[in-house]
C-alpha cells in the first residue's frame, strides 16, 4: 500500500468511496493562478520620433501627400503676394483640406479638430495647427482662385502615370439641389406678363397726366420699352415743377378759396407724381433687374439667383415639384473624375456643347471617343462632334432618343413612320404602304429651340382619298406630307453603325459602371439621401 502511494503522483486523485473525500481531494489538487496584463501606464511619458512608421503604407494620405508634392511651387506660390507675416505653406494646407474631405469632415473647425486628435492628419501637416479661420480663409479664398488649375494639374498627374489615357471620355449629367428655398422661385413669364400690364397701366397714367398738363408733359404718350423710364423721369420732372409752382402761389396768396383751388389743383398732380416715383420706376427697374438675371433661363430662385428650378429624381410628393438645383455635367475614365462643369440648363442635350468648349479651353487634351447617354443625342450635338468641313473634333458613342424604340418589332411595323417605306432614290419619291406615290415638293427651313436651322424636305402624297390606311397613316385633312431631315437621318445612321459595332458597343457597355458609380460615391460622401 505504501508503495502505491509514493508512486503516484500528487495531482492524480485516488479514487474513493466516499463523495466528501473526493471533493476535498480537488479542491486541494487545483493550483491556484494569478491574472496577468501587460504593462500598462498611460501617465508614463512616451516619445514619438517618427509618425509617418504609424501610417500604413496605402493609406488615403499617403495617397494625398504624393499628389500634392508633385504640384510645383511656383504654380502655388504666383497666389501669395509676398511680405508680411509667414504663412503656412500653401501644400500643407492643400493636404489637409483634402484628407478632411476624404474623411467627410467638411467644416473648418471639424478640420482643426482633426489637426488635434487625428494621427494621419499630424504627419499630413508636420504637427503644425492653423486654427479654423486660417483654414477658412484659405480655402474660401486662395484655394478658390487656384481650384481649376490645381484640377488640370492633377489630372495631367494621372496622364503621366497612365492611370487614364482620355481614350474614352465617359460624359453624363446629374442634377444637385441647391440650398436654396424651395419656395422662392421667379418665372421669367410671369415677369414678362407682370411687365407687360405694368406698361399698359402706365400708358394710360401717361395719357391722364397729358391730359392734366398737355403742355408739359409733351406730345408722346407711347414711347418705346426702352425709352420708357426716360419719360417717366421727364414727365415727373415736369410734375414737381408744376407741383413746386402751385405751392409757391399758395404761399403768395392769402385767399382762402384760391388756396383751396391750388390745394386741389396740386393734389391732383401729386397722386401721378407719388405714383411714378413709388411705383412706376421701382418695378420697372425690378423688372430689367429680373430678366437680366433670367438670360436663357425659364425661371430662378430668390435666395439663389444662380439657381434654376429643375425637376429632380427625388419627389417625395409625388407631384412633379420644381426644385432649385443645377446641373452638373461630368466625365470619367476607370473611376476618375477628367472634367467637370456647372450649368443652369435643367435638359443634357444643351449643355454638351459647353462642356466641351470648356474642356477644349483648359490645358486637358481633347478626348478620342466621347460616350454618352441618348439625352445627348442631337442634330446640333452630332455636327459640332463632326466639326468643320468634315474635321471631326472626336468621335462619339451617343445614340438618339429613338434608337431603342427603332429596334422594336411595333415600331418597324407602325406605317406612320416614312422610315419604314419604300425609297426610291432615282425619282426622289416614297411609296406609301398603299402603294401611292409620296412625291418631293418643296424644301423647307426650321429653327429648333436651341436657334440651329434644320433644312427638311417636304414631300405629299399624290392621293391620300378613300385610303383604307388614312386613319392609321396621318390625322391630317389632305394628303400625307412626310418632313424629312435629310442631314439628321445621315447623322442617325453613322451613330447607329457605330453602336452596333462590337468592339464599340462593349465599350459602351461601361458607360454605366462608369460615370454612375462617381456619382454615387459623391453624393454617399455628401449624404445626398
Same mark, same amino acid.
Given at each position: 500500500?505504501?508503495?502505491?502511494?509514493?508512486?503516484?503522483?500528487?495531482?492524480?486523485?485516488?479514487?474513493?468511496?466516499?463523495?466528501?473525500?473526493?471533493?476535498?481531494?480537488?479542491?486541494?489538487?487545483?493550483?491556484?493562478?494569478?491574472?496577468?496584463?501587460?504593462?500598462?501606464?498611460?501617465?508614463?511619458?512616451?516619445?514619438?520620433?517618427?509618425?509617418?512608421?504609424?501610417? !500604413?503604407?496605402?493609406?488615403?494620405?499617403?495617397?494625398?501627400?504624393?499628389?500634392?508634392?508633385?504640384?510645383?511651387?511656383?504654380?502655388?506660390?504666383?497666389?501669395?503676394?509676398?511680405?508680411?507675416?509667414?504663412?503656412?505653406?500653401? *501644400?500643407?494646407?492643400?493636404?489637409?483640406?483634402?484628407?478632411?474631405?476624404?474623411?467627410?469632415?467638411?467644416?473648418?473647425?471639424?478640420?482643426?479638430?482633426?489637426?488635434?486628435?487625428?494621427? !494621419?492628419?499630424?504627419?499630413?501637416?508636420?504637427?503644425?495647427?492653423?486654427?479654423?479661420?486660417?483654414?477658412?480663409?484659405?480655402?474660401?479664398?486662395?484655394?478658390?482662385?487656384?481650384?481649376?488649375?490645381?484640377?488640370?494639374?492633377?489630372?495631367?498627374?494621372?496622364?503621366?502615370?497612365?492611370?487614364?489615357?482620355?481614350?474614352?471620355?465617359?460624359?453624363?449629367?446629374?442634377?444637385?439641389?441647391?440650398?436654396?428655398?424651395?419656395?422662392?422661385?421667379?418665372?421669367?413669364?410671369?415677369?414678362?406678363?407682370?411687365?407687360?400690364?405694368?406698361?399698359?397701366?402706365?400708358?394710360?397714367?401717361?395719357?391722364?397726366?397729358?391730359?392734366?398738363?398737355?403742355?408739359?408733359?409733351?406730345?408722346?404718350?407711347?414711347?418705346?420699352?426702352?425709352?420708357?423710364?426716360?419719360?417717366?423721369?421727364?414727365?415727373?420732372?415736369?410734375?414737381?415743377?408744376?407741383?413746386?409752382?402751385?405751392?409757391?402761389?399758395?404761399?403768395?396768396?392769402?385767399?382762402?378759396?384760391?388756396?383751396?383751388?391750388?390745394?386741389?389743383?396740386?393734389?391732383?398732380?401729386?397722386?401721378?407724381?407719388?405714383?411714378?416715383?413709388?411705383?412706376?420706376? !421701382?418695378?420697372?427697374?425690378?423688372?430689367?433687374?429680373?430678366?437680366?438675371?433670367?438670360?436663357?433661363?425659364?425661371?430662378?430662385? *430668390?435666395?439663389?439667383?444662380?439657381?434654376?428650378?429643375?425637376?429632380? *429624381?427625388?419627389?417625395?410628393? *409625388?407631384?412633379?415639384?420644381?426644385? !432649385?438645383?443645377?446641373?452638373?455635367?461630368?466625365?470619367?475614365?476607370?473611376?476618375?473624375?477628367?472634367?467637370?462643369?456647372?450649368?443652369?440648363?435643367?435638359?443634357?442635350?444643351?449643355?454638351?456643347?459647353?462642356?466641351?468648349?470648356?474642356?477644349?479651353?483648359?490645358?486637358?487634351?481633347?478626348?478620342?471617343?466621347?460616350?454618352?447617354?441618348?439625352?445627348?443625342?442631337?442634330?446640333?450635338?452630332?455636327?459640332?462632334?463632326?466639326?468643320?468641313?468634315?474635321?471631326?473634333?472626336?468621335?462619339?458613342?451617343?445614340?438618339?432618343?429613338?434608337?431603342?424604340?427603332?429596334?422594336?418589332?411595333?415600331?418597324?411595323?407602325?406605317?406612320?413612320?416614312?422610315?419604314?417605306?419604300?425609297y426610291e432614290e432615282r425619282d426622289d419619291r416614297f411609296i406609301c404602304p398603299n402603294g401611292r406615290y409620296v412625291r418631293f415638293k418643296k424644301y423647307q427651313t426650321k429653327k429648333n429651340?436651341?436657334?440651329?436651322?434644320?433644312?427638311?424636305?417636304?414631300?405629299?402624297?399624290?392621293?391620300?382619298?378613300?385610303?383604307?390606311?388614312?386613319?392609321?397613316?396621318?390625322?391630317?385633312?389632305?394628303?400625307?406630307?412626310?418632313?424629312?431631315?435629310?442631314?439628321?437621318?445621315?447623322?442617325?445612321?453613322?451613330?447607329?453603325?457605330?453602336?452596333?459595332?462590337?468592339?464599340?458597343?462593349?465599350?459602351?457597355?461601361?458607360?454605366?459602371?462608369?460615370?454612375?458609380?462617381?456619382?454615387?460615391?459623391?453624393?454617399?460622401?455628401?449624404?445626398?439621401?
Open positions: 500500500m505504501s508503495n502505491r502511494t509514493t508512486t503516484t503522483p500528487d495531482y492524480i486523485i485516488q479514487p474513493s468511496l466516499f463523495p466528501d473525500e473526493i471533493k476535498e481531494q480537488a479542491a486541494a489538487s487545483k493550483r491556484e493562478l494569478a491574472p496577468t496584463f501587460k504593462p500598462y501606464d498611460n501617465k508614463q511619458t512616451q516619445m514619438i520620433l517618427d509618425l509617418e512608421m504609424f501610417i !500604413p503604407p496605402h493609406h488615403v494620405a499617403r495617397v494625398i501627400d504624393e499628389m500634392i508634392e508633385a504640384i510645383p511651387d511656383s504654380q502655388l506660390f504666383a497666389h501669395y503676394t509676398g511680405g508680411g507675416r509667414s504663412s503656412y505653406h500653401p *501644400k500643407m494646407m492643400l493636404k489637409v483640406i483634402l484628407y478632411s474631405y476624404s474623411q467627410k469632415v467638411y467644416s473648418c473647425r471639424g478640420m482643426e479638430k482633426l489637426l488635434r486628435e487625428n494621427l !494621419p492628419a499630424m504627419w499630413l501637416a508636420a504637427m503644425q495647427q492653423p486654427d479654423f479661420r486660417t483654414l477658412n480663409d484659405f480655402r474660401g479664398v486662395r484655394m478658390k482662385a487656384l481650384m481649376d488649375e490645381l484640377f488640370e494639374t492633377m489630372i495631367q498627374r494621372l496622364l503621366a502615370e497612365n492611370y487614364i489615357t482620355m481614350d474614352n471620355y465617359f460624359l453624363d449629367g446629374t442634377k444637385i439641389e441647391a440650398d436654396a428655398n424651395k419656395y422662392s422661385f421667379v418665372w421669367k413669364k410671369s415677369t414678362l406678363r407682370f411687365e407687360e400690364k405694368l406698361r399698359e397701366k402706365v400708358q394710360a397714367t401717361l395719357a391722364h397726366i397729358h391730359a392734366l398738363t398737355a403742355q408739359e408733359a409733351g406730345e408722346d404718350l407711347s414711347p418705346a420699352a426702352e425709352e420708357l423710364p426716360a419719360k417717366l423721369e421727364e414727365t415727373a420732372a415736369v410734375l414737381e415743377e408744376k407741383v413746386d409752382a402751385l405751392t409757391e402761389q399758395m404761399a403768395q396768396t392769402d385767399d382762402v378759396e384760391t388756396r383751396k383751388a391750388l390745394r386741389k389743383e396740386r393734389s391732383r398732380l401729386k397722386q401721378p407724381l407719388k405714383q411714378i416715383r413709388a411705383d412706376f420706376l !421701382p418695378r420697372l427697374a425690378k423688372y430689367e433687374q429680373q430678366k437680366a438675371l433670367f438670360g436663357d433661363r425659364n425661371s430662378y430662385s *430668390k435666395t439663389d439667383p444662380d439657381a434654376t428650378f429643375m425637376r429632380m *429624381k427625388e419627389d417625395h410628393m *409625388k407631384n412633379g415639384q420644381l426644385k !432649385p438645383g443645377y446641373n452638373v455635367q461630368m466625365a470619367t475614365e476607370n473611376q476618375f473624375i477628367l472634367f467637370y462643369s456647372i450649368h443652369q440648363r435643367p435638359t443634357d442635350t444643351r449643355c454638351f456643347i459647353p462642356h466641351m468648349e470648356q474642356l477644349a479651353a483648359s490645358s486637358l487634351p481633347v478626348p478620342k471617343t466621347v460616350i454618352a447617354d441618348a439625352g445627348y443625342g442631337s442634330e446640333e450635338n452630332y455636327l459640332y462632334a463632326l466639326g468643320e468641313e468634315r474635321k471631326p473634333r472626336f468621335d462619339f458613342l451617343i445614340p438618339y432618343s429613338s434608337y431603342m424604340k427603332e429596334k422594336t418589332r411595333r415600331y418597324q411595323k407602325d406605317i406612320r413612320h416614312a422610315s419604314n417605306w419604300e429651340a436651341s436657334g440651329l436651322e434644320q433644312s427638311f424636305k417636304i414631300y405629299e402624297c399624290e392621293d391620300c382619298s378613300h385610303c383604307p390606311l388614312k386613319p392609321n397613316c396621318t390625322r391630317a385633312r389632305g394628303n400625307r406630307q412626310v418632313h424629312w431631315n435629310t442631314i439628321w437621318e445621315e447623322l442617325k445612321i453613322k451613330a447607329k453603325r457605330a453602336l452596333e459595332d462590337d468592339e464599340k458597343s462593349a465599350i459602351y457597355a461601361r458607360r454605366k459602371v462608369e460615370v454612375e458609380s462617381v456619382f454615387g460615391h459623391i453624393k454617399g460622401n455628401r449624404a445626398f439621401r
